[in-house]
């Protein structure tokens, strides 16, 4: 059963301290993305990946968030320092892409973060 | 840029049919999904529809679509409690960069028994 996989699923931290939330992406899709969900704003996408190559991060914070990724596995995104305005609900989602046409795009669970 | 809205909130009754709306400002939206989810999940893709469609059915969801206005519809026939979720409408483009979508605020459908 492919899919996609997001940990930690919950975390709380204090302010200022370092937070890592890794992804799996399917095996076989080229495109990753990372967007931020909470009740203010709604989705919001923070970067997305093609082949490992970052297409776009315009919508992070680039004085505090890093996205990566290190291999076709694994997809990270890095917070330092958290702050509480980031407590949000952090969504990884892959897809095969071309560059011509649709389809789905699959999200894992999310990553819960709290940031006291 | 890109704006998808969506209404915030419906309410039906179990066996009713609901229709969730949305408007998008793209011209050149190419897809257009409906996604849901569910309490402590992620997105599902529930359906999507081409821009030279104007309608898809799949057993009981209806999607319209009226490219003229830029609206996009959702109908759920015969609604059940199960599909008290946010559903989420999306656009995405053909475009080099490689069609990210962009979503809706998303609508709360609460489905009362």
């Known amino acids: 059963d492919a899919r996609v996989t997001q940990t930690p699923r919950h975390k709380v931290t204090e302010m200022g301290q370092e937070v890592t939330m890794r992804c799996q992406p399917i095996?076989?899709?080229?495109?990753v993305f990372w967007y931020r969900q909470t009740m203010m704003q709604g989705l919001e996408l923070l970067a997305y990946?093609?082949?490992?190559?970052?297409?776009?991060d315009s919508g992070m914070p680039k004085d505090r968030f890093s996205a990566e990724m290190p291999d076709a596995t694994l997809a990270t995104l890095k917070i330092q320092p958290s702050e509480p305005r980031d407590s949000a609900v952090y969504f990884c989602?892959?897809?095969?892409?071309?560059?011509?046409?649709?389809?789905?795009?699959?999200f894992g669970e999310g990553s819960r973060l709290t940031v006291l | 840029g890109e704006d998808v809205e969506q209404s915030l909130f419906l309410s039906v009754r179990e066996g009713d049919s609901s229709v969730i709306n949305c408007t998008y400002t793209d011209s050149s939206s190419t897809y257009l999904y409906w996604y849901k989810q569910e309490p402590g999940a992620g997105l599902q893709l529930l359906t999507y529809?081409?821009?030279?469609?104007d309608m898809k059915q799949d057993q009981r969801l209806t999607v319209l679509l009226n490219k003229k206005d830029k609206h996009l519809s959702l109908r759920i026939a015969d609604t059940q409690t199960g599909d008290s979720a946010i559903y989420f409408c999306a656009e995405s483009t053909n475009n080099n960069a490689g069609n990210m979508l962009t979503f809706g605020g998303g609508t709360r459908l609460m489905v009362k028994p």
């Open positions: 990946f093609r082949n490992r190559a970052p297409l776009d």
């Open positions: 095996l076989g899709h080229n495109t």
């Open positions: 989602a892959s897809a095969f892409r071309t560059g011509v046409g649709g389809g789905e795009l699959f």
């Open positions: 529809i081409f821009s030279n469609m």
